[in-house]
């Protein structure tokens, strides 16, 4: 039993993401965008429409970048990297707080890699009024369009 | 593409009129994206529009344009791009998007009897250091194009 309670344990701690990636959960509604390869620098981004925990409700743009070895320095920036969330009728949607970084240590133990990321919190809009949302890292433009099932 | 920057001058004069300006009185233009392939058929301009406008501020424009067809001649494409869904932001370096005043959609004669099919968004003037990118929709088909910040001449 107390091995089974230490293998829980020992699980639990190598999932959990650092405090600073913790503070930005919440409880995902919606997927707008699934996680899909954007570049070489971004292996996955996703758009995520969230209720909020406590707080104000939005929607997340999660970017990730390639898996380095633990103690390496994330290769995503924020001073580099900037996202949009362009709406049908020619605005984009406002931020809701600085871009954080993410970390995801749940290989760090069994490879000794690790996965940062970055993540774009923005105001809570209507899913169906998305047109798409844009990435820059280094200069480059993606652009990936959101549709939205107006059922769902 | 003289004759292109010379429509959008004279579209922004019909657009904008202003007593203080002299009938055909010409803008001054500066590019930040000199007719970039947007897709297999349609260019993207963006220019910056100062001086000469009267009161008027300057402003930036973004024309998407495509060659017509010869006057006369039925046009190859099924509908004119004033037909066509077609939204288009500029973004801000700093993550919000410039403000949006109108559009216009023309379809007129260039050169050598060629009718040039345009559709041009106006926005609101901000330093071109600024600017990251333009996105253009058409039919829900998304394009993007990165604006380089090019010191002034």
């Known amino acids: 039993m107390i091995a089974r309670y230490l293998t829980v344990g020992l699980l639990t701690l190598g999932i959990l993401p650092d405090p600073s990636a913790q503070r930005a959960q919440a409880h995902p509604s919606q997927t707008l965008l699934a996680p899909a390869p954007l570049s070489d620098e971004i292996t996955a981004l996703s758009v995520t429409e969230y209720s909020g925990m406590g707080g104000p409700p939005g929607v997340q743009v999660a970017l990730q970048g390639p898996q380095v070895h633990d103690g390496a320095r994330n290769p995503l920036s924020v001073r580099t990297t900037q996202v949009w969330l362009v709406r049908k009728d020619g605005t984009t949607v406002g931020d809701l707080s600085h871009p954080m970084e993410t970390i995801d240590n749940a290989s760090v133990r069994d490879f000794g890699v690790v996965t940062y990321g970055l993540l774009f919190s923005f105001q809570p809009v209507p899913p169906q009024d998305l047109a798409g949302v844009v990435v820059s890292v280094n200069g480059k433009m993606y652009v990936r369009e959101i549709k939205v099932n107006p059922a769902s | ?153």
């Open chain 2, 1 to 153: 593409m003289l004759a292109r920057h010379f429509l959008i001058a004279v579209m922004t004069l019909a657009i904008l009129p202003s007593p203080q300006v002299p009938s055909g009185q010409m803008h001054s233009l500066r590019p930040l994206l000199n007719t970039v392939p947007l897709s297999d058929e349609i260019n993207v301009d963006v220019i910056e529009l100062f001086e000469g406008v009267g009161t008027q501020p300057p402003m930036l424009v973004v024309q998407l344009g495509r060659l017509s067809t010869r006057s006369g001649e039925s046009s190859p494409h099924p509908q004119p791009l004033s037909g066509m869904a077609i939204q288009v932001w500029l973004l801000r370096a700093d993550g919000t998007s410039v403000a949006q005043r109108q559009r216009w959609s023309i379809v007129a004669p260039a050169m050598a009897g060629v009718m040039t099919d345009t559709t041009s968004v106006f926005f609101d003037d901000v330093p071109r250091q600024d600017v990251a990118g333009g996105v253009v929709s058409i039919d829900g088909k998304l394009y993007v194009r990165e604006i380089k910040a090019n010191p002034a001449p």
